[in-house]
């Protein structure tokens, strides 16, 4: 069968020698689409002779052959010939360097490779194979060429042909090898499903590392078809694509269909007059979306026809069709099986399904490859047996129709509910494979003595390409302990391949026994388990937990640890070697003062969490507090948040029944707090008690239309032990802001000459702006707002509405963990948060559907504002965002509007009633209304990483709009949410519902980009 396209090459040039087999763009001149060079059957068939021919004569190796070569001539006749003879061809990225470029090498056990010179600083370091250049192969080719290349030998059917990667979208890559049994079951009966016929003209689209190049080129020359190959440049940009598609007149475009969404809601016309050749379009690769699949059917019906193509790489390429008809019913139906393919639906126990049953879709028949490389001792997790053959099992639920056509449901999800929150295990054991490149992970659920759940993860560390460290940091941006906790198990400890520490001396001093009650009391009844190198954090521990460990370790033996070495070294026999040190320096320390300093304070968990992409929304401070209870020095403190953040203007009452401190602000502006929650404790479960309510306090809902934006707790464990919490929500409040406001409290609660300042009323009338700066930030704002404020009568001319007195209406809409997928791979190509995306698709909708030049509204942390907080909504202070209409893409406006916050950040802390005062003073004018906002409930953080985005937390009401219209995002049991927050006196329900499909239009446009 390798045979074939060989003889179909052959023949074709001995009888349409001068047709057309191959047209490409001249490198030289590239970047001109009407620079094309043309290689007929004839010179094809030469070219081809000519690669066999050093294939067998200087390679001297038909077995696992690299190619490390881009889309090209090159690439064709590489993986054409090694074909020919009966090989096995590897493509390989060529985006992959030296060292990840070996570790390929080294997986697959490929000693061959085919490059091309360009390449040669990259593989010249390569140690373990041998490199030939494309470039030699005209030196070497003899006249006997063709009598050594008509003597072909016959493959066995069980010989692989080609080997790829798996993109490690449901885990790691695997290396899949395809057998000629499948390819050449795959070649006919691909043609014959996409009709595809000698006179056709198909477009090389995709790169040689993924399956859909293989049916773009064997589908071609199999059918003696003509072949344009596309550039990259090309494939950017929907208009060059056209256009080089119309002038080589093109009849089959083979394409992802995240790029096919992207072109369906680009154009704007009618394909066909773009390409009037064009007769198919061949999509794959992700599940087709209604809405796009109805937009075509609207805009092109069925002028060009469109097929629908779905298959894994394990069972080579294409297992089932579609063609799309006018009659088309929504309902994912992905198609009949090609005539080589079996299709088996099973339940959860193996047990063949029917009738419409969903259950998981699994593959058999001659495509079926037999095992990834080096994995096979693994293969019962992904192949079953039925009826005594073989089915990969595909993770896909689905059913199979009437007519016999698979329709696709979904992945198949194997969640549980760890404390009340539910965990997908798989898609935590693809997160852990794709981190550790491990394929042995186990994840179980275990309750210890705590009475709450954790999850144990088992795995091989020293077989792990990250260390411990390194996987609890990127698990804990996906999992907050204090939701889900989770243990690390290392497997290579279980068999006794570490070391523990062997000096039992320690075990019976009195310092270390002291330093594991410590441990105990503020981790829980682990006891039993706790050996020297115990690790503090792969037992269950959080950062926050650390930091009481450590000072409680310091009010013990007045011993300072730093949080940063326990991070490095978090073990009890660390612990004891510093005590020691500590003792034996003679270091004394007085044990009856009671103090309040930044030993104590939580700047650094604060840090953490933001640096870590933590999910929280409220931003907390902690505070250890030995000794009597100093209530003025706690006056003072409250007396410091009030001026620090006058929108926290609040009535404040502690009241034990026998203690009273009370601050009271009486204005309309002002805050209510409630009551300081006091806290005491029971003996018994002391220690567990206070550690679950400080682990709980980042994720307390805050409501804030109940006005409570901050809340204080003073949990009292003893007379002369209290853990002092002051948990702020993140609208009032930032990282960078809080540590400054961390040193301010440790200073005033032990600075007892402050007292008198900090104890004085405040003005009630005043307007606190604690910023020396606020005139070069007015200023700042003055400057950009300037342009807007002038054509204020053509921006914003709406009379103003007390917001106070309208019930604002809500429509809610769900972020697919699709799009989330999507969202997150921009994020890592442009390093931007979710946010920045979601603003520049608000903006840009409208633009398109309200108004061309407007101001946005986005709220932050605040620093200062006097504003009636119920007609603000739930933040106080709020960058200011023009926007005119503009040509560019909605890429750049994404980066616009991270450069935007990026450069506004340092002027944030200002007061919206100072800044209109401001303008009124330089030229009598006034900012205008503010109309749109957009605000997150998801921490803004500028770093934040998406995956986080998987955590569930409870959304905070709003209830009235904070414009005419507002989006907000959020987190609900459903997933991430977007929240159309709109005055009904504006916009009514349909005017709404075309806003958000405009807006899902423009999302779409980003998240399919090609960037």
């Known amino acids: ?165 798996t993109s490690g979208s449901t885990g790691i890559p695997k290396a899949v090898p395809i057998k000629y049994r499948a390819i050449n079951s795959f070649i006919p009966a691909m043609i014959k499903a996409y009709d595809l016929k000698k006179n056709d003209v198909i477009l090389n689209f995709n790169l040689p590392l993924f399956d859909s190049y293989i049916e773009e080129i064997f589908g071609c020359f199999f059918s003696g078809a003509t072949l344009v190959i596309a550039h990259d440049f090309v494939v950017s940009d929907f208009d060059l694509l056209f256009q080089y598609c119309s002038l080589n007149k093109v009849t089959v475009l083979d394409i992802p269909t995240n790029y096919w969404h992207q072109m369906v809601f680009t154009i704007n016309s009618k394909l066909k007059n773009k390409i009037s050749s064009l007769e198919k379009v061949i999509i794959g690769g992700d599940l087709a979306i209604d809405r796009a699949i109805e937009l075509w059917i609207a805009q092109i019906g069925c002028d060009i026809v469109l097929i629908n193509s779905y298959g894994p790489t394990e069972c080579c390429i294409v297992s089932t069709c579609q063609v799309i008809s006018n009659d088309y019913i929504s309902g994912n139906i992905v198609g009949s099986p090609l005539e080589h393919v079996n299709l088996l639906i099973v339940d959860e126990n193996n047990n063949e399904l029917h009738d419409k049953k969903i259950g998981e879709v699994c593959i058999g028949g001659k495509a079926l490859f037999s095992d990834y490389l080096n994995m096979s001792s693994k293969r019962e997790r992904y192949l079953i047996k039925n009826n005594g053959n073989y089915y990969y099992r595909t993770g896909d639920k689905g059913f ?110 009195g310092a270390y026994m002291r330093i594991i009650n410590i441990w105990n009391n503020v981790f829980g009844d682990i006891g039993a388990n706790i050996i020297a190198d115990t690790n503090f954090f792969d037992i269950g521990g959080t950062s926050l937990n650390a930091l009481m460990l450590i000072n409680m370790i310091y009010h013990e033996f007045r011993c300072k640890v730093l949080l940063e070495d326990f991070y490095k070294k978090p073990t009890p026999l660390y612990l004891f070697d510093l005590v020691k040190k500590s003792n034996d320096d003679g270091i004394a320390f007085e044990h009856s003062r009671t103090e309040l300093t930044d030993d104590h304070d939580q700047y650094y968990w604060i840090m953490d969490a933001i640096i870590n992409n933590s999910p929280i929304y409220n931003i907390p401070i902690y505070f250890f507090i030995t000794g009597e209870l100093d209530q003025s020095k706690l006056h003072a403190v409250i007396n410091l948040i009030v001026r620090k953040y006058p929108a926290l203007h609040f009535s404040v009452e502690i009241n034990d029944k026998q203690n009273r401190i009370r601050n009271c602000i009486s204005t309309e502006e002002s805050l209510e707090l409630n009551t300081i929650t006091l806290i005491e404790v029971q003996e018994q479960y002391k220690s567990t008690k206070i550690a679950k309510i400080i682990n709980q306090m980042p994720f307390e809902s805050l409501l804030l239309n109940k006005k409570k934006p901050v809340s204080v707790k003073l949990i009292v464990e003893s007379c002369e032990k209290y853990h002092l919490l002051i948990n702020f929500h993140h609208a009032f409040v930032d990282g960078l802001s809080i540590s400054t406001l961390i040193d301010e409290i440790s200073m005033n609660y032990n600075n007892a000459t402050m007292r008198e300042d900090t104890e004085q009323p405040l003005n009630d009338n005043c307007i606190y702006i604690d910023n020396p700066g606020d005139e070069k930030i007015l200023a700042y704002w003055y400057d950009n707002l300037i342009p807007y404020v002038h054509s204020e009568s053509k921006i914003n001319g709406m009379d103003s509405v007390n917001l106070s007195s309208i019930v604002g209406k809500r429509k809610s809409t769900l972020i697919t963990k699709e799009e989330l997928l999507n969202i997150r791979n921009i994020q890592g190509l442009l390093s931007i948060t979710i946010e920045h995306a979601l603003i520049a698709v608000f903006l840009r909708t409208l633009s398109e559907m309200v108004e061309e030049v407007f101001l946005l509204g986005i709220p932050s942390a605040n620093r200062g504002i006097h504003n009636d907080f119920s007609k603000i909504g739930s933040f106080a202070t709020t960058l200011i965002m023009p926007y005119k209409k503009n ?125």
């Open 1 to 165: 069968m390798n045979k074939m396209i060989y003889n179909i090459i052959k023949l074709t040039a001995e009888t349409q020698p001068d047709k057309k087999a191959i047209i490409y763009l001249d490198e030289d001149r590239c970047f001109d689409i009407n620079a094309v060079l043309e290689v007929n059957y004839k010179e094809l068939f030469i070219l081809l002779e000519r690669y066999i021919y050093f294939i067998k004569k200087t390679i001297r190796s038909s077995n696992g052959i690299g190619m490390y070569l881009d889309r090209g001539v090159d690439s064709v006749l590489t993986s054409l010939s090694i074909y020919s003879v009966g090989g096995c061809f590897i493509p390989i990225n060529t985006a992959y360097k030296s060292g990840k470029l070996q570790r390929v090498i080294d997986d697959i056990n490929v000693k061959v490779m085919i490059s091309s010179r360009k390449f040669s600083k990259v593989l010249n370091g390569l140690s373990n194979i041998t490199v030939y250049y494309i470039e030699d192969i005209y030196s070497i080719v003899h006249e006997d060429e063709q009598e050594h290349n008509d003597e072909h030998e016959d493959r066995d059917e069980n010989d692989y042909a080609y080997i790829l990667y």
């Open 400 to 509: 199979i129709d009437e007519f016999g056509r698979l329709v696709f449901c979904g992945r198949i999800k194997k969640s549980k509910k760890i404390n009340g929150n539910m965990v997908d295990f798989d898609f935590m054991k693809r997160i852990l494979n794709s981190l550790t490149g491990l394929d042995e992970i186990d994840i179980f659920v275990k309750e210890p003595n705590q009475g709450y759940q954790c999850l144990y993860i088992s795995l091989d560390l020293k077989l792990s390409s990250i260390n411990r460290h390194e996987i609890l940091r990127e698990l804990r941006v996906l999992y907050p302990k204090a939701e889900i906790p989770f243990i690390i198990c290392d497997e290579s400890n279980a068999r006794g391949d570490s070391k523990h520490y062997q000096d039992s001396s320690i075990y019976n001093d």
């Open 887 to 1011: 040509d560019c893409s909605i890429i750049d406006d994404v980066l616009n509007v991270k450069s935007f916050l990026h450069s506004s950040t340092p002027f944030t802390n200002f007061s919206f009633t100072a800044l209109n005062k401001y303008f009124y003073e330089k030229n009598k004018l006034r900012i205008p209304n503010i109309k749109y906002y957009f605000s997150s409930q998801l921490s803004f953080s500028y770093a934040m990483d998406l995956d986080n985005l998987t955590c569930e937390l409870r959304k905070i009401p709003v209830v009235v709009p904070k414009g005419d219209l507002a989006l907000e995002i959020f987190r609900n049991e459903n997933g991430i949410m977007l929240d159309w927050l709109y005055n009904p006196l504006y916009f009514n329900d349909e005017q709404i519902e075309v806003i958000i499909d405009c807006f899902n239009k423009n999302l779409e446009i980003l998240l399919n980009g090609n960037i």
